[in-house]
C-alpha cells in the first residue's frame, strides 16, 4: 500500500453537520493560510448542484465554477436554487458561503436521463484511453511534494503520470471519501480533480527536467474559474486528463484537457489563467521550500 493510502485511511476531506460542511486538514490548500484548495471547492458545488431535488432521474452534464476568493478552511455551507426547471434541462446555482461572505458560485445544467440507441454515431473525439493507467511503479515519478508533514490537499489525491513523461497527461485518484459516510459520486469526482487542468504541463515540465522545480520563475498562475463539461460519468476511481495551456503576455492564459477513464473519453475540462508576478507564489510552495 502506498504510504499516503496510510496517512488517509479512514479519514474524509469534509464531515456533514446539518447543512454544513466541515473541512478536515485535508481540504487545506497552498494558497493562502487556512483556507481551502480549489479542488475541494469544486469538489463542493459539484456536489451541491448534483443533489439538487428533482421529481425525474437527472445527469449534471455542465458544471461552471467562478471564485470569487479561496474558502476558509472552516464549516461552509453550499446553498442553491434552480434558475430553469423544464422538462429535459434544468439549470441549477449553487454557492459556497461562510460568515455571510460568498466565496465562490457555480451553474450546473442538468439533462434528463435517458437511454437512446447511437449506433450509427460516430465518435468525435478519441476512441478510447489515449494514455493507458500506468501501474503503481511504472514510468516517470513526480517530485516527492507527499513527503511533507504539512497536512493539505496533496496527500489526498494520488497521481502517475503517462508512461511518456513528455506528453501533458496524468492519471488522477481520489484516495478517501469526499465527505465522510458517503459514497463519493463519479460526478464530485471529475470535479475535484478537474480543478488540476493547467497545473499537468507544469508537473510535465518537472518530470522531464527535475531542476525546473528549482529555479524561480518570472510569473505565477491561479485559475480564477474553471468549467466541467461531461457526456457520460467517469467509471472507477481514475481519471486521466491530457492537458494543453497557452499563456499571454497581455496577463492571461487558457487551458483546456480532454478527460478519459479506462474506458474511454469522458468529457473536458477548461481554465482561464490569471497570470500574475512571482510574489504570488503559494503559501505551502514557500513551507515546503524551506523544508528543504
Not at 515519478?141 to 503517462?162: C, G, K, W, Y
Not at 460526478?187 to 507544469?202: E, G, H, K, L, M
Not at 528549482?214 to 498562475?221: A, P, Q
Amino acid at each position: 500500500m502506498n504510504p499516503d493510502d496510510e496517512r488517509v485511511k479512514g479519514r474524509s476531506i469534509f464531515e456533514a453537520q446539518g447543512d454544513l460542511l466541515v473541512p478536515s486538514e485535508l481540504a487545506r490548500g497552498p494558497w493562502y493560510p487556512g483556507t481551502q484548495h480549489g479542488s475541494t471547492m469544486l469538489g463542493l458545488l459539484a456536489r451541491a448542484v448534483e443533489r439538487y431535488p428533482s421529481d425525474r432521474p437527472m445527469q449534471v452534464t455542465r458544471l461552471t465554477v467562478d471564485f470569487s476568493r479561496a474558502a476558509p478552511l472552516a464549516p461552509v455551507a453550499t446553498p442553491t436554487r434552480m434558475i430553469h426547471a423544464g422538462k429535459s434541462v434544468q439549470v441549477i446555482e449553487a454557492r459556497i458561503e461562510a460568515g455571510g461572505e460568498t466565496y465562490a458560485r457555480a451553474t450546473g445544467l442538468r439533462f434528463r436521463l435517458e437511454e437512446l440507441d447511437l449506433t450509427g454515431a460516430s465518435p468525435r473525439y478519441g476512441m478510447g484511453p489515449r494514455h493507458p493507467l500506468p501501474a503503481p511503479d511504472e514510468g516517470p515519478q513526480l517530485p516527492a511534494l507527499n513527503e511533507s508533514d504539512v497536512e493539505a490537499f496533496h496527500i489526498a489525491l494520488e497521481m502517475r503520470p503517462t508512461a511518456a513523461a513528455s506528453m501533458p497527461a496524468m492519471w488522477f485518484r481520489l484516495r478517501c471519501p469526499f465527505v465522510a459516510g458517503e459514497e463519493t459520486s463519479p460526478f464530485v469526482r471529475a470535479a475535484v480533480i478537474a480543478d488540476w487542468t493547467y497545473s499537468i504541463p507544469f508537473m510535465q515540465e518537472l518530470l522531464v527536467d527535475p531542476e525546473s522545480a528549482n529555479r524561480e520563475r518570472d510569473f505565477t498562475t491561479i485559475n480564477p474559474d474553471t468549467s466541467l463539461n461531461l457526456h457520460r460519468p467517469m467509471i472507477g476511481e481514475w481519471l486521466c486528463m491530457d492537458s494543453h495551456v497557452h499563456y499571454a503576455n497581455c496577463g492571461a492564459g487558457s487551458a483546456v484537457a480532454l478527460l478519459h477513464d479506462e474506458t474511454g473519453p469522458v468529457g473536458h475540462a477548461s481554465q482561464s489563467i490569471l497570470i500574475r508576478g512571482p510574489d504570488k507564489r503559494p503559501i505551502l510552495d514557500d513551507e515546503l521550500r524551506q523544508r528543504d
